[in-house]
């Protein structure tokens, strides 16, 4: 399987500034996820990312809060965008595989975001 | 909407006891997916099963899927400490055009050792 990578691991911000995480895939896939998951609970998906196509966003997320990038078909970002307590969670990126493999998804490691 | 409902939310074992955690969709699923997060970790896939009354077995792990396709399960046989962690099904839906996994909240395993 893939190596999946997301900067920053972790970020303490303050309210009202975003913040940038990126996602790096040492394969080319064709679907990326991008999740948000409070401690102790389960997943929240916040869209789907396709490489040459607008994000797919879920009910309750929009692009002005959740802008992101797919530029290409190992790498994409998520901003999450004037901040509030509120947005404090790990958010996650994973990847689907094409092929024979379909629809089974692999994460990457996180990024915890802690907003004061 | 489409929900998958996982139960029981914790469950707390003597190693060496079994353990099963059991989910259930409202409608028909394409598959179920079963994952497994670590604590501090994050969701690492364990299997997928697309077959109606689908059986698979990973070493101490079995899995199956209902024959109408909206439940299954995951059964550990003689847990061991390495077994911690949160189990979460997903399964296979359909939004609109879309397909999309939707995900239970997860079982929660302790294992006493």
């Known amino acids: 399987s893939a190596v999946i990578s997301q900067k920053p691991s972790r970020d303490i911000c303050q309210r009202g500034t975003s913040l940038t995480i990126q996602c790096q895939v040492d394969s080319q896939v064709t679907m990326m996820f991008w999740y948000r998951q409070q401690p102790g609970q389960s997943l929240t998906l916040i869209a789907t990312a396709n490489q040459g196509s607008e994000a797919t966003y879920e009910s309750g997320f929009v692009i002005d809060k959740f802008p992101i990038s797919r530029p290409n078909l190992t790498f994409s970002t998520l901003t999450v965008s004037n901040m509030s307590p509120e947005d404090s969670s790990i958010y996650l990126c994973?990847?689907?595989?094409?092929?024979?493999?379909?629809?089974?998804?692999?994460f990457g490691p996180g990024t915890r975001l802690t907003v004061t | 909407g489409q929900q998958v409902m996982q139960i029981p939310q914790y469950q707390h074992v003597q190693e060496g006891e079994d353990f099963t955690t059991y989910c259930n969709s409202s409608t028909t699923l394409s598959n179920i997916q079963w994952y497994k997060q670590r604590p501090g970790g994050h969701p690492v896939f364990l299997i997928q099963?697309?077959?109606s009354g689908e059986v698979k077995k990973q070493k101490r792990l079995t899995f199956q899927f209902g024959e109408a396709k909206k439940n299954s399960s995951l059964h550990i046989t003689a847990t061991q400490t390495t077994d911690v962690g949160t189990y979460f099904c997903?399964?296979?839906?359909?939004?609109?055009?879309?397909?999309?996994?939707?995900w239970g909240l997860g079982t929660s395993l302790a294992v006493n050792p």
């Open positions: 099963l697309v077959k």
């Open positions: 994973s990847v689907e595989w094409s092929g024979n493999r379909p629809y089974e998804q692999y």
């Open positions: 997903a399964g296979l839906g359909r939004a609109g055009n879309n397909r999309k996994l939707i």
